[in-house]
């Protein structure tokens, strides 16, 4: 790919993530139409997993951790783990250490992981 074309997609993307920051830092989800409501929710009246999330994304612009965990907590705390996966296959090809964090990160045990603390907090957020 040339390279005016790189910085041209790279551009627009930043672009985008800026528009989302203003967007989800200024609307709240829960008091806005713009926002898509969950079709699970209204179809079974039960939270999905990532139900909350857009709320706790706000929040978390706004600083306001607490509510963010109350919105979705999955979300917040997996934040650190999924920035950990970003730096891991960026950095892969740059030394042992990064590809050996990135083959445990991506490994099949990692990703069963990961499925069952999602299947967990489904039931967790619905029945608890």
Not at 110 to 118: E, G, L, M
């Amino acid at each position: 790919m040339p390279k005016t074309r790189k910085i041209i997609i790279f551009s627009l993307i930043g672009v985008v993530c800026i528009v989302l920051v203003v967007i989800y830092g200024r609307l709240n989800p829960e008091n806005s139409q713009l926002f898509p409501k969950c079709p699970f929710k209204l179809l079974t009246t039960f939270e999905c997993p990532g139900c909350g999330s857009q709320r706790a994304i706000h929040y978390l612009f706004n600083l306001e951790i607490g509510n963010a965990i109350r919105a979705n907590a999955l979300l917040v705390f997996s934040i650190p783990y999924i920035l950990l996966l970003l730096v891991a296959d960026l950095l892969k090809s740059k030394g042992q250490f990064f590809k050996r964090l990135h083959h445990v990160l991506y490994s099949p045990k990692a990703i069963w992981a990961v499925f069952a603390i999602i299947i967990i907090w489904w039931i967790f957020r619905n029945f608890v």
